[in-house]
């Protein structure tokens, strides 16, 4: 089977400074994948790298695309890769308010990447809207409100929904879940595991928190000072960690 | 009028408008930046239109200004006045005598031929301002052809006004390629984008020129459900009768009594010299005096 993503050498540095380097792994059609690791190892400036946000160092990037197979997303024009990034793509980030447009209602939220690829059906479009909205327990009458006016948990939700919405093949998620109080968290976990199941999405989510790779990802990678010091099958990881580190972030999480 | 240059700016400014002409009607619709200098006048005062002016007015033409349709608003005159004393050039309040005619917020009713060119006052160029406040993101979504954000727009018309609400400065998509802002004129005036003359549009303050050529193709953008419709008060002028002309609403009495008549000063009083006359309107020649 051809992975989804096939990553190769990644190296980014800041400065002098490291952000992340030699990371390489495949991911394959309907897998998850966590990156865990401590403040500053690394986890967003790689995630940036594979979604296109940041240009690594070195290295390459190479993504199943429908129409040509495998392409590397580094070297490709920009008008291709944004053309992903709309599409096939999705990026759920940390504070919903950077991915989403606050001053939209929730339904144009929704519908704005339907319209990006020339969605010209008001009706349709608010169909899908509602429909997404109730995917994520929106309820429909929230539709035209602005998500200034929603809770930090329905905003989050928002932002899913608006990045499912064309169907993408890969998500990124950057701490989905970070900031939120611990039973909002617990729903929305609860929400995207449906999600990821339902739809058979291919997923690459960075935390620190080991309970939502517990419950969301079938492969872990662990990352310390911008390297990655431990890939293996999630359960593998946690109940049976090989680096002495990776002994120490699970067994302090387990005492907490 | 030997104190000036002809038209008030120099050659070089006028060359490098020119040239930025030139540009916009080689790629219609793209907004093409230009370095506006102070004009005797203050932004908002249609600075951006008087430079292009300046920069296609030559001493044979007839010049023509309207403000809201009309040619005897304050603004209207002031700058057909400037152009009086800096070009010496004849001026006309007749559409189908002018060359060149400037405008704020009105295309005129009489259709334009292919020998005059007709300057656009603009206010706020960039039609993807309302959602996308950086410069940088949405000159990438022009170039990169990404107007998704403008759907976006209309979408939330429809859904606070249960249509497109929008009336005025009702964007428009040019040969198939940009989109572009037709500045502040009521969406009614749309389908005359597509017209025989030169459309030219100046932003001052925001240094931008562009330009749509002649027989040029222009869609207002719209959705298949909720389709473009160029609406105007469903009456018709209560001086001239016309019925296919764009109306102002004037209340002209205490008790709150209306009346509707064309914005285009022109179009009105000629169709009553020619005898046309409307509910509330008296014959011509009556009140001439
Ligand atoms: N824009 C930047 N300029 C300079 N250094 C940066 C920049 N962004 C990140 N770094 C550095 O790169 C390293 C990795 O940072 P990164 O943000 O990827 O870590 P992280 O694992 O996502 O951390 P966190 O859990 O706090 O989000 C850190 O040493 C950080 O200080
Ligand atoms: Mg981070």
């Known amino acids: ?256 | 009028m030997s104190d000036y240059n002809f038209a008030y700016l120099d050659e070089q400014t006028k060359r490098m408008i020119r040239r930025a002409i030139l540009k916009g009607l080689a790629i219609p619709g793209y907004q093409v930046p230009f370095a506006s200098r102070e004009m005797p006048m203050p932004y908002g005062w249609g600075t951006g239109g008087v430079q292009v002016s300046a920069a296609v007015l030559t001493p044979d033409d007839t010049f023509k200004v309207i403000d809201q349709g009309a040619d005897d608003t304050t603004n209207a005159v002031s700058i057909r006045r400037f152009f009086q004393k800096t070009a010496g050039i004849a001026v006309t309040e007749a559409t189908a005598d002018a060359s060149v005619i400037q405008t704020r917020h009105r295309i005129p009713e009489q259709v334009l031929r292919s020998d005059q060119i007709i300057v656009y006052q603009v206010p706020i160029p960039e039609p993807l301002r309302f959602l996308e406040p950086s410069e940088v993101e949405t000159r990438k979504m022009h170039s990169l052809e990404e107007y998704g954000l403008m759907h976006v727009k209309l979408y939330e018309d429809i859904s606070q006004h249960g249509d497109i609400a929008t009336a005025y400065a009702y964007p428009v998509k040019v040969e198939g390629r940009y989109v572009m802002d037709p500045s502040p004129i009521p969406k009614f005036d749309n389908p005359k984008l597509e017209m025989a003359g030169i459309q030219l549009f100046g932003a001052g303050r925001e240094q931008r020129i562009y330009a749509i050529p002649p027989y040029t193709k222009v869609v207002s953008l719209d959705f298949e459900d909720y389709p473009f419709q160029p609406t105007k008060a469903d009456h018709a002028c209560d001086l001239c009768a016309a019925t296919d002309s764009y109306l102002d609403e004037l209340i002209v009495d205490d008790e709150g009594s209306r009346m509707f008549m064309c914005s285009d000063t022109d179009y009105c009083s000629t169709r009553r010299k020619q005898g046309h006359n409307g509910a509330q309107g008296v014959p011509y020649a009556e009140d001439a005096a």
């Open chain 1, 1 to 256: 089977m051809t992975p989804l993503l096939q990553v190769e050498n990644i190296a980014k540095f800041y400065g002098a400074r490291i952000g992340c380097t030699d990371v390489s792994f495949d991911l394959y059609p309907g897998e998850v994948m966590g990156i865990v690791g401590e403040s500053g190892s690394g986890k967003s400036t790689l995630l940036n790298c594979l979604a296109g946000h940041l240009t690594p160092d070195d290295g390459s990037v190479q993504f199943d695309t429908r129409a040509e197979g495998l392409r590397d997303t580094i070297t490709m024009s920009e008008p291709e890769r944004r053309m992903l990034s709309r599409t096939d793509w999705a990026f759920v980030h940390q504070h919903a308010r950077d991915g989403l447009r606050m001053n939209v209602s929730a339904g144009g939220n929704v519908g704005e990447r339907l319209m990006a690829i020339n969605a010209r059906h008001y009706g349709d479009i608010r169909g899908s809207a509602i429909d997404w909205l109730g995917r994520v327990e929106i309820s429909e009458d929230r539709i035209d409100d602005r998500p200034t006016a929603f809770s930090g948990g329905m905003q989050q939700r928002l932002q899913i929904a608006r990045n499912l919405v064309t169907g993408p093949r890969l998500v990124f998620m950057d701490e989905p879940t970070g900031g939120l109080d611990v039973s909002v968290q617990a729903r929305l976990l609860d929400l995207l595991r449906g999600l990821v199941r339902e739809m058979n999405l291919s997923a690459i989510i960075v935390t620190h928190d080991l309970a939502v790779v517990r419950l969301l990802a079938d492969r872990l990678m662990v990352m310390k000072d911008g390297h990655v010091i431990e890939t293996g099958l999630t359960d593998q990881v946690l109940d049976d960690p090989q680096h002495a580190y990776t002994q120490l972030l699970v067994s302090s999480v387990l005492q907490v």
